[in-house]
């Protein structure tokens, strides 16, 4: 009997920003998955042109961004080298009829733009005309778990609070945390509870020194009091749940923690639910992990969390101030599912669906 033979189609792919520390996560989660791609082509700055990256067995030479490079017949563009490259460069790319996955914020709000976690609303994927955002580290991991419990109970209000790790800040922000922690170490005093002498460093990232410190200020403040990053968290999750007038407020901030953001999410739901179910959905829930055991003490840390693409909720219990109110904490790595695994899990979609595989 003769088999079915499928042809599958070799893709070729672009990493833009691939020397950054998301570029250099989208690199190794797109060796973990192995896709159907022929052809990989790494840009950065001309500050990076000419160095060596390894993908696998091979050695490739990162190559200078320019407004040609985009027109070679990519397939596919994973881009996270900012909003402003962002916004020259991703046109380019798709008028070339390159699908552009972003994940700078440039795009993400934009009407034509679908915003996208494959968990969550993978069938906005259909709609993009060129250019898919992956929307904020933060956005991403709660919205793995409230979709469900909206689906479930109906989400009516939601109260973010996040403890940001500086990874999410990007190589300077790693650097940041770095130079404290060697600051601090090469002249401890035991009276550092409250000597400040020890933050005296050359800071390339934050406006404060971040170690030993949390900052409650992630991206530009804007005119309303609100941070980017806040309007981000409520803009983004209203559009990726289709809940344009969802009632959300929120208030990030960053911690001295290397990698993985923490959220303590309040939600106020439209119907009454009993604790067993709510905890019964987030168990189903696709890319979600229930780590929720206080008798043991076992809930979800960035150390342990670092380095998986599930997103972990723990303390999962009853706000007893308000009706049909929870509290939730929830854990993710910010680099690998907010950022990298996420842009690496719609690529993986599109081909699924173009190869039928
Ligand atoms: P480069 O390493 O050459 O500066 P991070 O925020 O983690 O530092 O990463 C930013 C990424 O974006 C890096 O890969 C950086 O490259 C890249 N990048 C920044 N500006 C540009 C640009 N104008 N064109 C292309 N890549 C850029």
Redesign the pocket.
Known sequence: MKGVMILMKKYKLAV????????QKMIEVLQEKNLPISEYVF???S??AGKSLRFGDDVYVVRE?TEDSLKENFDFALF???GN?SLKYSPIAAHSGCIVIDNSSAFRMYDDVPLVVPEVNPNDISWNKGIIANPNCSTIQAVCALKPLDDAFGLKRIVYSTYQAVSGA???GIHDLENGIKAFSSNFDSNALSNTSNNNYELEKFPYPIFNNCLPHIDKFLENGYTKEEEKMINETRKILGKPHLAITATTVRVPVFNSHCESINIEFEKEFELENVIEVLKKAPGVVVQDNPTKEEYAIPTQVSGKDEVFVSRIRRDFSIKNGLNIWVVADNIRKGAASNAVQILEKIIKEKDLI
């Open positions: 833009v920003g691939a020397t950054g520390v998301v570029g840009f950065a700055s500050r990076s961004l996270s080298a900012g490259t990007g190589s300077k």
